[in-house]
T-cell receptor, first 113, second 113 residues
């Protein structure tokens, strides 16, 4: 089955700096890669996703890049703000896994004011 | 549009007991997925239901089961509880496919003593 590795497990940045979280996946047939943000006491919330026919996608301060050859994808947050502090999860899924999502182990991001 | 609701939010049980958790998806969503979230294992997929049928299943023992009703509401049951079942159980709803945005509920936090 699919295996997703996520790094780093914790990340601390100064407000205004950029943050990058990286994930690798094992199943070359995976074609859907969402990113979720989880705040304390809440369920994960989708912040951006990318499909395998696209190499990069951007939404305001958030961008995701996908390298299918290397089987890795990354989340980039620019101009970080304290409200970006949360746990971020990457996930991968595709037809070969019955469309179910496999999640990374999460990155705890702390933005220092 | 109301979000995904899960009941109860908190639950304390003892080993050997059984528990039933409930999830009401977003109106119009026909698919419900369940996840177990623990600090050590992250988000692990339990199963997915679509139109009252289990469409996908994760690698959990048979003590974990679920069902979906005709109104798309779903329940999951854990029998013969073990200490290791203590976790946050998350439900996510989506319209049709796992490759669409999954909307998570706030979760049910289960503590097994």
């Amino acid at each position: 089955g699919e295996n997703v590795e996520q790094h780093p497990s914790t990340l601390s940045v100064q407000e205004g700096d950029s943050a990058v979280i990286k994930c690798t996946y094992s199943d070359s047939a995976s074609n859907y890669f969402p990113w979720y943000k989880q705040e304390l006491g809440k369920g994960p919330q989708l912040i951006i996703d990318i499909r395998s026919n696209v190499g990069e996608k951007k939404d305001q301060r958030i961008a995701v890049t996908l390298n299918k050859t290397a089987k890795h994808f990354s989340l980039h947050i620019t101009e970080t703000q304290p409200e970006d502090s949360a746990v971020y999860f990457c996930a991968a899924g595709g037809k070969s896994s019955g469309d179910k999502l496999t999640f990374g182990t999460g990155t705890r991001l702390a933005v220092r004011p | 549009k109301a979000g995904v609701t899960q009941t109860p939010r908190y639950l304390i049980k003892t080993r050997g007991q059984q528990v039933t958790l409930s999830c009401s998806p977003i109106s119009g969503h026909r698919s419900v997925s369940w996840y177990q979230q623990t600090p050590g294992q992250g988000l692990q997929f339990l199963f997915e239901y679509f139109s009252e049928t289990q469409r996908n299943k994760g690698n959990f023992p048979g003590r974990f089961s679920g069902r979906q009703f005709s109104n798309s509401r779903s329940e999951m049951n854990v029998s013969t509880l073990e200490l290791g079942d203590s976790a946050l159980y998350l439900c996510a709803s989506h319209r049709l496919s796992n490759q669409e945005t999954q909307y998570f509920g706030p979760g049910t936090r289960l503590l097994v003593l």
